[in-house]
C-alpha cells in the first residue's frame, strides 16, 4: 500500500534522508522523537510535505492523487473553522464519495458523540484530534497515519484507540503510527520502525522492544550552526561522546543538567541559535542499539527494509 524509496524530505528544523521502506495492511509504527523526523515522514505520506528526492507511492499513485483514500491526523489538526462537528463530518465524507452518516454514530466509535453539535472553533485540542480520528477511522479510506496517537488525545478517545487501530488493520487497512514512545509503540503494534536523527535504522518487534536494556544519557541539539557548536564542544570534558549526524548534534554524559548548561553556554559563546535539545529516553536508546545489533536482514543502513503486512498486534 505504501512504497517509499530513497525518500529524502525536509520540514524545518527536522527532515529524513534515505529512506526506503514497505508498508502493507496492519498496524505499524515510525518509532522515533521529532528530531528523528518520523512525524515529518508521516506528513510525506499524507502528501502534506513534497519529498527533497525519492519516489512515495501510496496505494499505488502520488500521495496527491490518493488523498481520498488517506485519513490523517496530525499532532496540530485543521477542522473548517465556523461549523458545527456534524457538518465537519458531513463535508469530509462528500470530499471522500462517502454517503454521509449520523455524526452521532461516528463519533460514538470513539466514546465522543456528545462533540457532534459542538462549533469546530469551540474544540480544545485533544478534542479536535479525537473528531479526526473518528472521521479517520469510519471513513473508507485505506490508509490511516496518526502522528503520537496518545498524545493530546481526548481520554475517551484514548480508551478506544488500541482497539479501533486494530479493527481497522483487521479489516484490510494500512495503519501508520508515529510516535518517540517505545511504551505506546509496543501497545499499539506488534511492527516497529526505528529511526535515529531522519534515517531508518531498522525494524524490531514488540517481544523484542520489552526487554532492551536501560541507555546512557544522550542529547540531541539541533541548532543553526551544528557544526560551529560541535568545534565548541568538542573539548568538553563532561561529554563521553560528541558526534555530529545530519546536521544534528548527538551528545553523550553521565549528568544531563550538567550537559545542558554546557551546550547552552557553548551556543552563547560562538552566536549559534539552539532550536532543539532533549534527551532519549534510554527505552528509545536501548531500541536503537538492539536494531543496529540486528542480523543484516532486519536492518535498513540505506537499502530497502520489509516486515511482512501479516504482522498485527
Not at 48 to 71: D, E, Y
Not at 184 to 189: C, K, Q, V, Y
Not at 228 to 246: C, K, M, N, T
Not at 260 to 289: K, Q
Amino acid at each position: 500500500m505504501i512504497h517509499l524509496s530513497a525518500v529524502t524530505a525536509h520540514a524545518a528544523p527536522y527532515g529524513v534522508s534515505s529512506v526506503s521502506l514497505e508498508l502493507g495492511a496492519g498496524v505499524h509504527v515510525l518509532l522515533g522523537a521529532p528530531v528523528d523526523g518520523v512525524a515529518v515522514l508521516l506528513a510525506v505520506m499524507a502528501g502534506w510535505i513534497r519529498p527533497r528526492s525519492g519516489k512515495v507511492l501510496v496505494l499505488g499513485s502520488a500521495p496527491a492523487l490518493s488523498r481520498r483514500q488517506v485519513a490523517y491526523v496530525p499532532l496540530e489538526p485543521r477542522l473548517p473553522p465556523s461549523l458545527r462537528v456534524t457538518e465537519a463530518l458531513d463535508i469530509a465524507a462528500r470530499i471522500r464519495g462517502e454517503s454521509t452518516e449520523p455524526a452521532g454514530r461516528r463519533l460514538a466509535s470513539l466514546g465522543i458523540e456528545p462533540l457532534a453539535d459542538r462549533w469546530t472553533h469551540s474544540l480544545a485540542l485533544p478534542e479536535a484530534r479525537a473528531v479526526l480520528l473518528a472521521e479517520a477511522v469510519t471513513s473508507r479510506a485505506r490508509v490511516v497515519l496518526v502522528d503520537e496517537p496518545r498524545m493530546e488525545m481526548d481520554p475517551r478517545a484514548e480508551r478506544a484507540l488500541a482497539t479501533v487501530l486494530r479493527e481497522c488493520a483487521a479489516g484490510g487497512r494500512a495503519v501508520v503510527l508515529s510516535t518517540s514512545s517505545p511504551r505506546d509503540a509496543t501497545d499499539l503494534s506488534s511492527s516497529l520502525w526505528v529511526f535515529s536523527v531522519g534515517r531508518l535504522m531498522g525494524t524490531t518487534h514488540a517481544t523484542d522492544a520489552a526487554i532492551l536494556p536501560a541507555g546512557a544519557h544522550r542529547m540531541r541539539v539541533v541548532a543553526n550552526d551544528a557544526r560551529r557548536l560541535l568545534g565548541a564542544l568538542a573539548g568538553e570534558p563532561i561529554f563521553a561522546r560528541v558526534e555530529l549526524d545530519q546536521e544534528v548534534l548527538i551528545l553523550t554524559g553521565s549528568d544531563p543538567m550538567t550537559m545542558a548548561g554546557a551546550v547552552a553556554r557553548a551556543a552563547l559563546a560562538v552566536d549559534v541559535e539552539l532550536h532543539a535539545m532533549r534527551l532519549d529516553t534510554p527505552a528509545l536508546d536501548g531500541m536503537r542499539r538492539a536494531v543496529s545489533d540486528l542480523a543484516p536482514a532486519r536492518r535498513a543502513p540505506g537499502g530497502l527494509a520489509e516486515i511482512p503486512p501479516a504482522g498485527l498486534p
